[in-house]
């Protein structure tokens, strides 16, 4: 069986999701038996080099940029997995989602407490280098279709490795409903 | 503001569980509910602030901030909607100068939306401080406005218009129209008053609940239920204190056949408690009533004195040693979920009208925590011609699992909307004839909770066994776009109601609104669709029937109408969601650092 080529991405989250994949800990070693990264923060490979056949997916959609590389993902990945809350549901960053966002920004960049007042006057930054922040957080879905949800904040590693292996083997991932029941 | 806090309090003995009554008489008095009210009222009642917040915040009806001296709650209903509610609605904004939702700048006029008042065969209507206006239209709107900043009262501008029957009654003076278009030989038969309770006391209260049960009486508020049965649970239920509800919440947009029992035929309704009463072994009845009927309110506890005055209620009823029997009436706020009988039960308590998990059921453990029977009003009818006529009278009206009659209100698109007593069996094509609907596209029966059918299905039967209904049919003429003027009116409407305790209702009845919309806006996918079946299939694990049906308008027309989806769902790769507008979502953006 020729080995799967996954990429991953962490759009707007906190790279916890990243972590827990990691605490897969020796497993990594049964997994690189099994799979091949493509784009991924964990190989530093900033672009494609080729179709893949499952994209992972952390955090949601803050800003245009996080846009492109999810549509870009959808484009090169035959699946893509949402996993854990932000990329699901927007999570954490979404809190600001009930913040019209040029309160936000003004609170963030020219009023809030912490900013200091500084010889130049405070702006909100802004630059052709730098992403555009959008209206609200999306949740993944709401710009592509995904496939899959991996619920948790992170999701365990062991549900990662098991969800995984079920892609890559093609098998019915066998994890009881309240074990990722979080209400 | 001092006195009328603790009178109002003293008035109810300072019972908490009379916290609706409270509320609503203190609102009629100060025109809303400030936070200084509220708190002196927990205060009053020596029960926690929040106590008082959650019921002030869950009923419509109830303002926290000013809604205007004179606020108008225009029915936001389907059948309003295609009556020309949109032409009225401007009428109002220009004259008001102000959009629905607020009050005018001068504070003389608060324009709001309502869910269905119960006139959908009279709309647009509105109810303007406790006073009913229908058919309302753009010139007459304004003539309002224009009369109430001139400092006219609302019964100064209804004028000399008045209904028909007993709407013309003094006590009554409203405009609202009956418009029974079809008496049955049950309900809207003659009768005579308190006859049935002369009869009634000559039988023991298992022979009463025997005869109820030889005639298959079933609850015509919805699901059925076998009425002598539900009375036998409470008749056996351990207690010397039981209650007979009458649900007279009629919440289900285009339902309005009760309004009108209550109003030709309130004393059947009454005699039709006493004698579950009589049966049950209870001495108190509570008929619960939406708010929007609170301009019965005067003739109906006329009524009531008047039943107290000829030995039909109170002690010693038609004589009878230990036959005893009180009523009471209790107001709603304007929830629909209060029609579930266990919301109602939590909301005549005082509380927000959650439903209860159950069991235990209200006729173990009702009001109070006693064993309750909760009864539509239609039933309670029922009941008293079955112990005047017999059951083999009753047995031989209808089909086989559906006997009597069946009172239905009618709405939309047909030249004689109103209220039709048909025995059961009558075929949709039937009623069709009979209330001269044409070229119809769609009939919704049973309400947004009921089913969305085409005409292939209209040789269909209402009766238990094939189209079970509370009684409402709204037909949907070939002109209307069923989507977004049918489809997309319900779905807010359930989103609305939902009292919020279980998340898939919570949660889907606003995601399914959004869906809807999107698909509506034609940038719906295939996903979209099947997303929408697979949560109806979630939202049968509800609580109460209000969540496990909300989702019906969407079911019912996916597999009806599915032809008016899928053309409006983009075919091909749904990998990229149409829905998303990069560009409008950075707008925000580039506008907030545009000075900068
Ligand atoms: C959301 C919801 C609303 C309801 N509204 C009403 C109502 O307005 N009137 C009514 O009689 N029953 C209503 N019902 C049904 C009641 O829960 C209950 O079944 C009925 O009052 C029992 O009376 P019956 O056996 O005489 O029909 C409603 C149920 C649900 C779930
Ligand atoms: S189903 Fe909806 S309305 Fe009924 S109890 Fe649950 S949240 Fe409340």
Redesign the pocket.
Known sequence: MPKKIIATASLAGCFGCHMSFLDIDERLLDLIELVEFDKSPFNDLKEFSRACDIGLIEGGCCNDENVHTLINFRQRCRVLVAVGECAIMGGLPSLRNVIPLQECLAEAYLHGPTVAGGATPNVIPHDPDLPKILDRVYPCHEIVKMDYFLPGCPPRADLIWDALVALVTGQELKWPYATFKFD | MDKTIPAVIKKYNGDETRLMDILIDIQAELGYLSDATIARIAKTLNIPQVDVEQTVSFYHFFAREPRGRYTVYLNDSVVAQFHGRAAVVRAFEEAAGCAFGQVSPDGCIGLFDTACIGMSDQEPAALINDVVFTSLTPAWAREIVAGLRAGKTVAELQGDRLGDGQNAHPLVHAMVCNHIRRRGSMVFDDYQPGAALRRVVALSSSEVIAQVKAASVR?????G?P?GM?WEFARKAPGDVKYIFC?A????PGTFKDRVILTELPQLVFEGMAIAGYAVGARQGILYIRNEYRYLRAYLEQVLSDMRANNLLGPLIVGQAGFNFEIKIQYGAGA??C???SALIESAEGKRGEPRDRPPFPVEKGYLQRPTV????E?LCSVVKVILNGPEWYNNLGTAESKGTKVLSVSGDCEWPGIYEVVWGFSVNDILKMVGARDVQAVQVGGP?GACIAPKEFNRILAYEDLAT?GSLIIIGRQRDLLPEVVLNFARFFRDESCGSCVPCRALTGMAQIVLEKIIAGRGTPTDLDRLSAWSAIMKRNR???GQTALNPIVTTLKNFRGLYDQRIKAGDDRFEPAFDLAAAVRDYDRAVAGT
């Open positions: 609850g015509r508020g919805g699901a239920f009425t539900k649900n919440d009629e919440g289900e629909y979920v029609g579930e009988e909760v009864n539509n009003v039933t909770s509370g109460c029937g209000l």
